[in-house]
């Protein structure tokens, strides 16, 4: 039986960018860096919280958010019926079964779940992270030594940079699932291709740095729809940035961050694998996600927390993969770790969830 990987994780100092100067802005903090580093230790300190909560003041830009407007009604959908919302949109929570698939999530069904085994297939031993079936259950490379229901052979990317504040009790966390943490996207030269992303099981966005072309987001959209795990989280710099870069992503998968700073907590869940146990979350100058579009799409869209103003949380499944969108970051931040149990628990929930063997 394969042991948890050593953890390998994201040691970056972009100081110059988030530190207590504050200017974030994103020309040259680029500069020079690789485009993926795979390293040791995390993460930069620094206490550039209080930007966060200066640019509080500056949520007053409703009108300035017209281009939101059109979106926001599909908030508003949500906001009369709480619980059915999406499904009143779409029938598509009747179609994903995903609250039903939710409760075997919350058991460690990332790895239980049952799969679909191939009669042809030929049993060669104990399941080993090899991107083969080898107890033919049905479900590939669902190991789980530690029994906690993320299986230990995930490979995952964390895009772009650090947020702003240290986040090392999320990144040592990754590691303890038994999985591989790199940092990609460094640099507004990259770009999501097919190779690359043959790497990971997950792609969570950080702090993106910078806005990605269609044919990146086609690239990440074929990735996910192939079975890939996408988590998002929302950057932070104080500028439009922190929307515009995940929604140059977010577009072709039907969803968005919407750009009016909210803050929390975020006291209200719908009943979902994501959510299981969940009673409060962290949220401090995040925004509103929407699914938008079609609502005659195959794919399902399911809101699962909500602030007064609208959604902030969203489990979407495209294709054989799934997307889990979270308005805010500040859920990988140590202060919120270190003081709020229940921010591991929902990492637990996400992932098992987005990485359900299939
Ligand atoms: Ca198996
Ligand atoms: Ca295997
Ligand atoms: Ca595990």
Redesign the pocket.
């Known amino acids: 039986m394969r042991q ?1 990987r050593p953890l390998l994780l994201a040691a970056l100092f972009f100081l110059g960018a988030c530190g207590s100067g504050g200017s974030d802005s994103d020309g040259g903090k680029d500069a020079g860096a690789p485009d993926a580093v795979t390293l040791t230790d995390a993460i930069p300190s620094d206490s550039g919280a209080e930007l966060r909560d200066g640019s509080e003041s500056a949520d007053s830009g409703e009108s300035a958010d017209s281009g939101e407007s059109a979106d926001s009604g599909e908030s508003a959908d949500s906001g009369e019926s709480a619980d059915s919302g999406e499904s009143a949109d779409s029938g598509e929570v009747a179609d994903s079964g995903e609250v039903a698939d939710g409760g075997e999530m919350a058991d460690g069904g990332a ?1 239980a779940d049952s799969g679909f085994a191939d009669a042809s297939c030929t049993p060669t031993g104990p399941e080993v992270c090899d991107h083969q079936d080898n107890d033919c259950d049905g479900l590939v490379d669902n ?10 052979c995930l490979r995952i990317a964390l895009v772009g940079n650090a947020g702003l504040r240290p986040a090392s009790n999320f990144l040592a966390w990754l590691g303890q ?2 999985t591989s943490v790199t940092r990609i996207h460094l640099t507004s030269t990259a770009s999501f291709t097919p190779a690359l992303l043959s790497n990971y099981e997950v792609v969570i966005l950080d702090r993106l740095v910078k806005a990605y072309a269609p044919a990146d987001a086609a690239v990440l959209r074929a990735w996910i729809e192939a079975g890939g795990a996408l988590v998002v989280m929302s950057g932070y710099t104080g500028g439009a940035a922190d929307y515009d870069f995940p929604n140059s992503l977010l577009g072709t998968l039907n969803l968005r961050l919407l750009n009016v700073l909210r803050s929390g907590p975020v006291t209200s869940f719908i009943p979902h694998a994501t959510t299981t146990s969940i009673t409060t979350m962290t949220f401090q100058g995040g925004y509103n996600v929407a699914a938008i579009g079609s609502s005659t799409t195959s794919t399902a869209s399911i809101e699962v927390a909500r602030l007064p103003s609208g959604p902030v949380g969203i489990a979407a499944v495209r294709g054989e993969g799934r997307v889990f969108l979270w308005g805010d970051e500040w859920i990988e931040f140590d202060s919120e770790w270190s003081n709020l149990p229940l921010v591991p628990r929902f990492w637990a929930n996400i992932l098992s969830w987005v990485t359900r063997q299939r």
């Open positions: 948890a790895v190991v789980d030594v530690g029994n906690d229901g993320i299986t230990d699932q038994g």
